[in-house]
């Protein structure tokens, strides 16, 4: 899928720049408790980035990747059942809509990996209280399901209520065969409230009941906390703004090689002064000859900032896996760090110039030996500035302690949010004999 999807990803990258200015990208993040024997804890991230063509119609490029865990250990490893995923390219006219994409199921470190190819077509209307959504559409090649089409809906009302907003939740998401139509259906109320800006922050109960082969298979109660960022048109949208959602979206390969990533930032509103609570989600699948690398990067932790630097208190997560493979060595880290950067770092602002990140920590469990106790890690980057809306750059990242990572690269970014590098990894943490890789990559910065 990966290497299917980059020719179109560097074509829609490039339309971009010229015509994704002021267009607002549509950004989720979502996580969810699970009332299951299958499963303990579901993370889901959404982004989709529009590229207006005209007054009433625009192209658009949708992903979305769910994350299935099945237990934490008591060496804090996280055991993933499973990871779903779709990838979206179509157009948008008025309220309706034609698409074609790819959606699969991919298991964890177990053998295994369906998927179903598409062409199709949808409605969709937002109003004041009512959203509604339709689409369908033919299967055009499937793997381990069977499928001749498919069929979705969605029903979501929402109220003021004082300070918040109230409504529900109704959706439909199924297969059709032959001989039989397996479908989710989920629904149920949620409660949130709105931040500057039109994010919106929800919370939410739903029943899902499981009956799609690419779904997440389970029926029970969900409860979660929904983050949406959906700037209103008062706001003029900028790649890495500094809201409290941010991310970035790639597409790459190289020689035998195929590489994705997606990437979330989200950031609390202000409190006790100028501390603010993040987490940041960071998912990369690396497919090569040998095996396919599905790995995790994530922190959570409290920040102030002053000026144009942040300094905070954050536990950071390295896990790797394999993707459709049998595997029975989960590799993992857990740091309590400490540290410092510019305000701009991992994000991106046209005023920017050298952003730098330093952390240092206590490694509190590895699966690598735990020969070292300590861990460093950090970034620099160099944005050059060259009086047009595109900017070349160079980046270095690293860390070093029990295990260690490297990663350099040098592209071009634009003030809309695309752009294109070149990238070389050096990974400890990789399962295959090569532990390094070259990457051509179209990136998107949100």
């Known amino acids: 899928m990966i290497r299917r999807a980059l020719p179109l990803a560097l ?8 015509a994704a200015a002021g267009e607002p990208v549509r950004a989720e993040g979502t996580l969810v408790w699970v009332f299951s024997d299958e499963l303990d804890f579901i993370g889901d991230i959404n982004v989709e980035v529009p590229f207006r063509i005209g007054k009433k119609s625009k192209l658009y490029f949708a992903m979305d990747t769910t994350t299935a865990i099945e237990k934490t250990t008591s060496d804090f490893t996280f055991i993933v059942r499973d990871m779903l995923y779709r990838a979206d390219v179509g157009t948008r006219i008025g309220p309706w809509s034609l698409f074609a994409g790819q959606t699969g199921r991919a298991l964890v470190d177990s053998p295994g990996h369906g998927y179903m190819r598409y062409l199709g077509g949808g409605w969709e209307t937002a109003g004041q209280a009512w959203d509604l959504g339709f689409s369908a559409g033919l299967v055009l090649d499937d793997q381990r399901i069977d499928a001749d ?10 109220k003021p209520w004082r300070k ?3 409504g529900f939740d109704l959706s439909v998401d199924g297969l059709v065969s032959s001989s039989d139509f397996g479908a989710d259906y989920r629904g149920g ?3 949130g409230f709105v931040l500057p800006g039109g994010r919106h922050a929800d919370l939410f109960v739903h029943y899902l009941d ?6 997440l298979q389970l029926s029970g109660v969900l409860a979660g906390i929904d983050l949406l960022e959906a700037p209103t048109g008062d706001l003029k949208p900028v790649a890495g703004n500094g809201g409290d959602i941010d991310g970035t979206i790639a597409l790459g390969g190289g020689s035998d090689l195929a590489f994705g990533r997606m990437r979330m930032r989200v950031v609390s509103p202000s409190f006790a002064g100028d501390w603010r609570a993040l987490i940041e989600v960071d998912g990369n699948v690396l497919r090569g000859d040998d095996n396919d690398e599905l790995y995790y990067l994530y922190h959570v932790g409290v920040e102030k900032r002053r000026d ?3 300094a905070g208190a954050y536990y950071y997560h390295r896990s790797n896996h394999l993707a459709a493979t049998a595997n029975d060595t989960v590799t993992s880290i857990n740091v309590l760090e400490a540290g410092l950067e510019t305000g701009s770092y991992g994000r991106f602002r046209e005023d920017s110039g050298l952003d730098w990140r330093v ?3 206590y490694l509190v469990d590895s699966a690598f030996g735990e020969e070292e106790r300590w861990h460093v890690r950090g970034g620099i980057r160099y944005l050059l500035h060259t009086g047009t809306r595109w900017s070349p750059f160079l980046e270095l990242e690293g860390e070093a302690g029990d295990v260690n990572r490297t990663v350099a690269r040098a592209g071009v970014l634009h003030g809309s949010g695309p752009g294109f590098h070149l990238e070389y990894l050096d990974e400890d943490q990789f399962f295959g004999a090569d532990k390094t890789a070259w990457l051509l990559q179209a990136t998107y910065l949100y």
């Open 164 to 166: 918040f907003r109230v």
């Open 189 to 191: 109320p949620r409660i």
């Open 210 to 215: 499981g009956n799609n082969p690419l779904g």
């Open 11 to 18: 074509l829609l990258m490039t339309l971009a720049g010229s």
């Open 149 to 158: 089409g498919f069929a979705r809906g969605n029903v979501a009302w929402r």
């Open 359 to 361: 952390r240092a920590g």
């Open 308 to 310: 144009s630097l942040s």
